[in-house]
């Protein structure tokens, strides 16, 4: 496959016999894994040049059609490969995965009009790309709880991407989906939307590949901060502090939401994200 290709998203996808959203009104976040080249192997490459070719593709192709809401572009920072990028994508629906998908010839030619001028920019592109990909589960997101950060920034992000673990509702006492829910929009509201230091959060659950049941019910929790220090310190006693000023009412709210919780996350993995290369 060709490495033009900002995703890879398979036609089986498309069945709906097979499968549909859990709730209509949240997105389809896909992932795709890329192999960037080492510099060292790149003939007459360089990063000035790398850094250039790279900003102007993801800025024509994020631009050129709106069945992308957002993309981000995440580079190597903690864990994996070093030369390897991710690249974390949202849609309204599968169905505008696939359009996207079979419309990058005609977006390119779009882009690049004249036929010599884009093949030069693609060749010159295509020669940092090992070209291969992996496509990595994909998941449903949920649209009610998404903060965005819509300011612009010249330097890059950091991308934390941890699992959280969710109780299966059988053995959580007393318990229901709808409290559970309101529980965390309450969160959100209430936390996530007040944390200065989270620039942006997504909550992924499962909606396609991957496994389901069989013990914890995970979900994949995706935030952004400013660096690495922000992250690591990112004041979370302070913020609950203020979302819940009354000690007896804070220990109520942790004692409910808590007992939808198994203990513990798994890290994924901490990213650079190419603001540059990314859409909001």
Do not use: C
């Amino acid at each position: 496959m060709s490495n033009f290709r900002i995703l890879a998203v398979s036609s089986v996808f498309l069945s709906t016999t097979l499968f549909a959203q859990y709730n209509p009104e949240n997105h389809v976040v896909t992932v795709s894994s890329y192999d960037l080249r080492y510099l060292s192997d790149v003939e007459e490459g360089s990063s000035e040049e790398r850094k250039e070719l790279f900003e102007t593709y993801f800025k024509k192709m994020n631009e050129s059609s709106d069945l992308l809401i957002s993309n981000l572009v995440l580079g190597h920072y903690f864990g994996g490969s070093s030369n390897q990028v991710k690249q974390m994508a949202e849609w309204k629906s599968l169905a505008d995965a696939d359009a996207w998908l079979v419309s990058g010839g005609d977006r390119r030619k779009k882009a690049w009009p004249d036929k010599e001028e884009r093949k030069a920019f693609l060749d010159k592109y295509n020669k940092y790309w090992v070209g291969n990909h992996t496509d990595l589960p994909v998941r449903e997101l949920v649209a009610s709880r998404v903060k965005r950060y819509n300011k612009g920034a010249d330097e890059n992000t950091i991308v934390s991407v941890q699992t959280r673990n969710l109780k299966p509702m059988s053995e959580v006492e007393e318990g229901s989906s709808e409290e559970r829910e309101k529980l965390l929009d309450e969160f959100f509201e209430k936390a996530v939307m007040k944390n200065d230091k989270v620039l942006s959060h997504r909550e992924l659950r499962h909606y396609w590949s991957g496994t389901l049941g069989g013990g914890d019910f995970y979900y994949v929790e995706v935030r952004e901060y400013k660096s690495l220090e922000d992250m690591n310190n990112p004041g979370w006693a302070e913020v609950n502090e203020k979302a819940w000023p009354d000690e007896e009412e804070r220990k109520a709210y942790w004692e409910k939401v808590g007992k939808y919780f198994n203990p513990g996350h798994t890290d994924l993995g901490i990213h650079w994200n190419f603001v540059k290369l990314t859409k909001r």
